[in-house]
């Protein structure tokens, strides 16, 4: 069968048995640091692709994407309001608010409390709540029945379960601070399992209810807005308050939880960095067998020379030896890279029971697991950047073996 001579030379190069053994050493030495390098990337990769599905899955499909709140006072005639935002470009859906801070006691437990006062049928257009929620959702929430549904950590430091009742500390309305409070019975009808920081302050009540607590009568503190570009919420959130009669506040997810999307595209940049880098490191190892090579089989080289082989195929056959080697390492990386990736979560749950050590506290992260989402597209890009650095570390060895001449060789040998 036709095979080209420097791919032929390599191979057999690159299988024969070396006389000194410091080469095969290194050459070990460089497989082992390129496959770490490309397994420690797609991991790293896996993981903070995880991160991100678990921002998107979780919080972005909880948290409104944009909030307006009213900068004067609550706002009336909130209906019209509802109908112009959502006729704004790139507003998916709106819903009206009602923010409520106080104290829930439960016998002598006290625990701080964000809750937000909400229509239920308009509020589940803006947060897919459905699948971390216990009971009957949203719609468990109706009016007049002081019904509440709470973050499970809330639920848990409480001692609550469904259909407990639970008390509300808050101002008098029209008083300032907690001067004078007032205690209002409420019932959990529903909990709240986001897994993360969410859990400790998070909570939801009819809109009516809280109407009703704060004397507000039909008036509204404003509106969650769901837009259609994430990335575009604060200009998409600006454009859609300014054409309403009243003065709001405006925000957006990128202000109460941006700093984790920023961390995680920053991890991930400086991840990537610091493992190509030991990549190459791993990759220019070859360069040091190669050069040994080479003078290992200078004689050879010499013969070859002799009998016709030009400075190319000369060149060629240890730009293929080096690839192999290099190849070898990429192969075994990207295999333990991929089935690591994909057992990631499992793992880390692993050792925390083992150890009882937990790694993410829930308490200071928006999630209290390790998530990981291995991507092809990570695996070519990772594997393909490797072999562009061994190709390169290959290219001077081969260069300068193709530069020997044949009565060097002979003289020296």
Do not use: C
Request: hydrophobic residues 50%; proline residues 5%; charged residues 15%.
């Amino acid at each position: 069968m036709f095979r080209p001579l420097s791919v032929y030379l390599g191979w057999r190069f690159s299988r024969a048995k070396r006389r000194n053994r410091f080469i095969s050493f290194i050459s070990v030495a460089s497989i082992l640091g390129i496959a770490i390098g490309v397994g420690a990337l797609i991991l790293g990769l896996s993981a903070m692709n995880g991160f991100q599905r678990e921002l998107e899955n979780r919080i972005l499909s909880v948290l409104p994407h944009g909030q307006l709140h009213a900068a004067e006072a609550p706002v009336a005639g909130w209906r019209d309001m509802l109908d112009a935002l959502e006729a704004a470009p790139g507003i998916e859906a709106a819903a009206p608010f009602v923010p409520l801070e106080g104290l829930l006691s439960k016998g002598a437990k006290l625990k701080a409390v964000q809750l937000q006062g909400v229509l239920p049928e308009r509020e589940s257009r803006i947060s897919a709540l459905a699948p971390f929620l216990d009971g009957a959702g949203l719609a468990a929430l109706r009016p007049g029945e002081q019904g509440l549904i709470l973050g499970q950590a809330i639920v848990k430091q409480l001692g609550l379960r469904l259909g407990d009742s639970v008390s509300l500390l808050l101002p008098a309305p029209g008083s300032q601070g907690f001067g004078s409070p007032r205690r209002h019975s409420f019932t959990l009808v529903g909990i709240l399992r986001l897994g993360g920081q969410l859990d400790t302050v998070l909570g939801y009540t009819h809109l009516a209810d809280a109407q009703a607590l704060r004397g507000l009568e039909d008036r509204v503190s404003g509106f969650h807005l769901r837009v259609d570009q994430v990335l575009a919420a604060d200009t998409l959130t600006m454009n859609a308050a300014m054409p309403l009669p009243a003065p709001f506040y405006v925000s957006s997810w990128m202000h109460s939880q941006g700093n984790i999307y920023r961390d995680i595209q920053l991890v991930r940049t400086l991840m990537i960095v610091v493992l190509l880098l030991v990549m190459a490191v791993a990759s220019f190892n070859i360069v040091s067998t190669l050069v040994m090579a080479v003078n290992e089989k200078k004689g050879d080289i010499a013969i070859l020379k002799t009998m016709g082989a030009g400075p190319w195929q000369i060149r060629g056959a240890f730009v293929v030896q080096g690839m192999l080697n290099g190849v070898a390492g990429v192969v075994v990386g990207g295999l333990l890279g991929g089935v690591l990736a994909s057992r990631l979560s499992d793992m880390v749950a692993g050792y925390e029971r083992l150890t009882g050590h937990r790694l993410l506290n829930p308490e200071v992260y928006f999630i209290d697991f390790i998530p990981t989402e291995f991507h092809w597209a990570d695996l070519w890009l990772v594997t393909g950047s490797a072999l562009v650095l061994i190709f390169i570390a290959t290219l001077y060895p081969a260069w300068r073996a193709g530069r020997l001449l044949p009565r060097q060789l002979l003289g020296e040998a």
